[in-house]
């Protein structure tokens, strides 16, 4: 059923609206079930009447535009942004889950602003906010009580460079977007693609709304959107849950390395003005984790006496006790650290999953329909730690790619490819800030010192151009060994000053779900999932950075609990499940964090 555009602009504000509300409501209402843990999901679907399921399987209303995106992250809006500066005629729609633009970014962050400078050359006059250059570039080598100054990598050099928060960067790049004529929807979860018959990407569809935890359509049921265009681009960031099945689909990891992923976890903190200093840069590696885990800390000084600090942790480590969060929380008791945050404030906390296969990893870009850009498809530049730029750029080239193609594109009944985005990409500044590091984190399966006396052989001595390529060899989830096979890890407990109980930090995200709808990470095999707890000691319980997963005693015998309603949208579980038994899917639009500043 189609319907004029100012009908389906209205409907889909209308229902943002009541979603953002919903979701604001239920957080005031369950803000103290969730710090005290009381609340669980069940996957329990009842059987549907016949009327039920007319409801439920109703024709969607559906809109057509040029261009379709997903996600409003860099990648997003910066596609967004490029394609009405070359044609300002086309129709473009972005769609975000988040319940407004920024809610579910997170990154360290600072940014190389070389694509902004493209996109946006007067951004500082348009009041981008790049308020903090970075001045001051600091790498330490750690243990558990001393801090080894070291040479500053090339790579960590960051003249030029600004210190960010990447939600609020996001928030402007959407103000741009709507000034010049983008349509941004947030609230809404793409949750499913649509395709031709001839098998190209059609478009998207939202998720539907109202549905209760036990599968029924409840009064406020409304059907999800039908979004067509010619071209879709997918920017769902890391681990994206449509990209997954593309993937499958287009076969678009055929002859490529597996993809290795980090976790990263941040907390933002005002600390006392003598503490602070602005624009400083300080990157470490070693303590806490041991030299088989690739893992290293960030601690930037923005302005207003804020510091942004965060632990990486690389998800193919092998031993299951490891406990990102809890490395995290008795890092920041490193005197080099604690120095800093003492009598300062936490004010937020969030984590996120992060691409660091590199150029090795990169999967086919493009399809009949659509194309992959920015961290869905994975261009962070791992030993810069900055993936926005790349991110940012890609987004431009497909934009560029899909100006061109769609002139040509004269069919109603299949989706556009863009055949030259792939080369593009491969012929751009993108590539070769790629190609130059791409050997640095796969040596660092070697170990901490071996990766360390490499990398600095490749980046000085061959300066990014050996003749060879390391390989990744395996993916992060077939790492994990049988938990009697390795060494438990006892970690401090907080001192709810400089170090926090999971709780309570993760009140400070401002997550939250509607939640009465069904859960929206799926175990696929409970018995599966058994095996992880008897085998490898419920490593789900202890990498998920949300309190998720849980095992509770029954009388009989442990139980897996799923608390999604603290869910982060991390994608953790998705990827390090020893199984492969965790989905994460879409929930409800505007559900998940509310990060501000981050």
């Known amino acids: 059923q ?64 040029d261009v379709v995106i997903v996600g409003a992250g860099p990648s997003g809006l910066s596609a967004a942004i490029r394609l009405k500066q070359l044609s300002s005629d086309l129709k473009v729609c972005v769609v975000e889950k988040g319940a407004e633009v920024g809610a579910h970014i997170l990154s360290g962050a600072v940014i190389e602003p070389r694509a902004l400078n493209e996109l946006i050359p007067d951004w500082k006059e348009k009041g981008a906010p790049l308020n903090t250059e970075a001045k001051d570039d600091r790498f330490y080598f750690l243990t558990e009580s001393r801090a080894l100054r070291l040479p500053t990598p090339l790579t960590m050099h960051n003249k030029g460079n600004y210190i960010v928060s990447l939600s609020n960067l996001c928030r402007w790049l959407g103000t741009q977007a709507e000034n010049l004529g983008v349509e941004i929807y947030p609230g809404f979860s793409a949750s499913e693609v649509l395709y031709h018959g001839d098998g190209s990407v059609k478009g998207i569809a939202t998720k539907d709304l109202g549905i209760g935890k036990d599968g029924r359509p409840k009064d406020s049921f409304t059907r999800g959107m039908e979004l067509h265009a010619k071209v879709t681009l997918f920017g769902e960031g890391c681990r994206g849950s449509l990209t997954k099945g593309l993937f499958k689909k287009f076969n678009l990891r055929e002859g490529v390395d597996p993809q290795s992923f980090g976790l990263g976890i941040k907390e933002l903190w005002t600390v006392p003005p003598e503490q602070h200093k602005l624009g400083m840069v300080v990157h470490t590696i070693g303590w806490p984790v041991n030299t088989k885990v690739y893992g290293g800390s960030f601690m930037y000084h923005l302005e207003d006496n804020q510091v942004a600090i965060g632990y990486v942790v690389g998800l193919d480590y092998d031993n299951p006790y490891v406990n990102p969060y809890r490395e995290f929380q008795r ?24 691409n660091e296969g590199g150029l090795q990893s990169v999967p086919a870009l493009s399809f009949p329909g659509g194309a992959l850009i920015g961290c869905t498809a994975g261009f962070l530049n791992v030993p810069k730690i900055k993936g926005t730029h790349n991110a940012m750029k890609t987004g431009m080239l497909a934009a560029e790619a899909a100006v061109d193609a769609i002139k040509g594109h004269a069919k109603d009944d299949s989706g556009v490819l863009l055949a030259d985005y792939q080369s593009r990409v491969q012929n751009s500044w993108v590539w070769e800030d ?63 000053k400089i170090s926090f109980d999971l709780l309570t930090n993760l009140q400070r995200s401002g997550t939250n779900h509607e939640e009465d709808q069904p859960a929206h990470l799926k175990v696929r095999n409970m018995d599966l999932a058994r095996e992880s707890y008897e085998v490898y000691g419920a490593p789900e319980s202890r990498f998920c950075p949300a309190g998720v997963y849980e095992w509770v005693d029954t009388d009989t015998k442990p139980r897996l609990q799923i608390n999604a309603q603290n869910c982060l949208h991390c994608k953790t579980c998705d990827i390090k499940d020893r199984n492969q038994n965790i989905d994460y899917t879409v929930p409800e639009g505007g559900g998940g964090p509310a990060y501000v500043g981050m």
């Open 2 to 65: 189609n319907t004029s555009r100012a009908e389906t602009v209205a409907s889909i504000t209308m229902l943002g609206r009541l979603a953002l509300r919903g979701s604001r409501l239920s957080l005031f209402r369950t803000k103290h079930r969730l710090v005290h843990h009381t609340f669980r999901w069940s996957s329990t679907t009842a059987t549907l009447s016949e009327e039920e399921k007319e409801v439920m399987q109703a024709p969607r209303e559906s809109d057509q535009f």
């Open 434 to 496: 790629l190609k130059s590091v791409r050997n640095i984190r796969p040596s660092f399966q070697w170990g901490l010192l071996p990766a360390l006396a490499y990398s600095a052989i490749d980046s000085y001595l061959f300066w990014g151009k050996a003749p060879w390529t390391l390989r990744m060899k395996h993916a992060d989830h077939e790492a994990l060994r049988p938990a009697a096979q390795c060494q438990k890890i006892e970690y401090p407990k907080p001192d709810g």
């Open 331 to 354: 890092f920041k008791h490193h005197p080099l650290i604690k120095s800093v945050l003492e009598g300062g404030t936490c004010i937020s906390y969030g984590a996120r999953a992060i």
